[in-house]
């Protein structure tokens, strides 16, 4: 489109709110950016830009060409630059949103291998529960697990992992062994939030077990720590269990049957990323997708 060019004008003027200040960042004269400004209004047919002799002002359509703008320019200048770091080394900063206790039990490390392999990157890590608006906020990419809502941002599974029923010894002794999923109901279970069941599977047998307990709670991490201080059966994943399993601190709860896996994504504003982005998700992608 010939428009393309002009459109970026368009942008840096609207971000300025001034000609000059626009002139001076994209290094074009002043009366030829306010001409290509002008040429760009007749041929779409309405005024993007109410002008005084102190400042410019957005109009309601330069508000909405705008942001759609905003949008096209920003992808265009990402595919130029990955275009040129497909022979560079990526670097800038990652900003990356994690849930709390996978990423500082399970990620950590793969965090380590990661700055390791590209020394040019560095981190922003915010670990948080809240879902951030990866529109609104400055992140790259927000790593989520579990059943994701509808919303127009791009999912990329990383992994599936698998999960399943564990206790500690000391509750097992108190409230006895389990033989069977029904048994359940008789046992206090550490749950999730909105969580009333969880569905088990053994070979082609699959059950959605009622559940409950004492504690509901939404952190991972303390589910975990409640079980090993004997307070209930907890379903986690084997990431989040395994060092307290290897050590004794927590026993596997019905062996034969185990959860669905948790499904861990990537999730992205566009599908068009910048290298040190791409770089990560593909990472995530190899290391989790074969367990290490």
């Not at 791409?278 to 990472?283: K, L, N, T």
Request: hydrophobic share 45%.
């Amino acid at each position: 489109m010939e428009y393309l060019n002009d459109m970026a004008l368009f942008v840096e003027v609207a971000k300025a709110r001034s000609f000059r200040r626009a002139a001076e960042v994209i290094g074009v004269p002043n009366s030829t950016l306010s001409r290509r400004i002008s040429a760009l209004e007749k041929a779409i047919g309405l005024r993007l830009l109410n002008r005084t002799t102190r400042k410019i002002e957005l109009t309601e359509a330069g508000q909405l060409y705008f942001e759609r703008s905003m949008r096209i320019v920003e992808e265009a200048r990402l595919a130029h630059e990955q275009l040129g770091e497909m022979v560079a080394q990526p670097s800038g900063m990652l900003r990356v949103s994690l849930p709390v206790d996978f990423a500082a039990i399970y990620l950590t490390p793969l965090f380590a291998d990661f700055a390791r392999r590209y020394p040019g990157i560095s981190f922003e890590l915010d670990l948080t529960p809240r879902r951030v608006d990866l529109v609104a906020e400055p992140f790259d990419v927000a790593i989520r697990m579990g059943e994701l809502p509808v919303s127009g941002l791009i999912a990329r599974q990383l992994a599936r992992v698998p999960a399943h029923l564990y206790a500690s010894p000391g509750y097992l002794k108190q409230a006895g062994e389990l033989s069977e999923p029904a048994d359940l109901a008789r046992h206090q279970c550490l749950c999730m939030p909105r969580a009333a069941s969880w569905t088990l599977h053994s070979g082609t047998k699959k059950l959605d077990v009622a559940v409950k307990g004492r504690f509901t709670l939404n952190s991972v991490g303390m589910i975990c720590r409640l079980a090993i201080h004997d307070q209930g059966i907890a379903l986690l994943s084997e990431a989040i269990a395994a060092d307290d399993l290897a050590r004794g601190r927590l026993h596997r709860v019905l062996p034969k049957w185990q959860a669905s896996p948790i499904s861990v994504y990537a999730i992205t504003a566009t599908r068009l990323l910048p290298a040190k982005t791409q770089r990560f998700i593909e990472f995530l992608q190899s290391r989790l997708g074969r367990g290490t």
